[in-house]
């Protein structure tokens, strides 16, 4: 393996070329994920299932609504978090195609 970015062979910079991710999604078909949206994602969602579970044990006619709360709050926080994995395995698998053929990532001139 040679030396790539960070000078250390074997430990290579995030990415030999940042926009290299960015042309592999593309090229797919697909965009991006952004990763402000996903952090959100969590944070929101875990306050919401917060305040359903503490809805939940209030002796009230709408506690029923605390456990709706708490169940969608749950799955945004998890919505959020499967998008960072998912983020992560793009960056992955994006870091494994300039590894594998580097001239597939360069910049080619347009004609």
Known sequence: MKAHESGVEGIPSKFVNPAGMEAHLKSMGMKPLNRSWAKLEIVIGLGVAVFGFKLLFVDSP?????GLLAVLGTYLAMAGSRSHIYQSLN???????????PASTTPQAKE
């Open 91 to 101: 960056q992955q698998t994006a870091y494994i195609f300039q590894i594998l053929d």
């Open 62 to 66: 709408v506690s029923w609504a605390g």
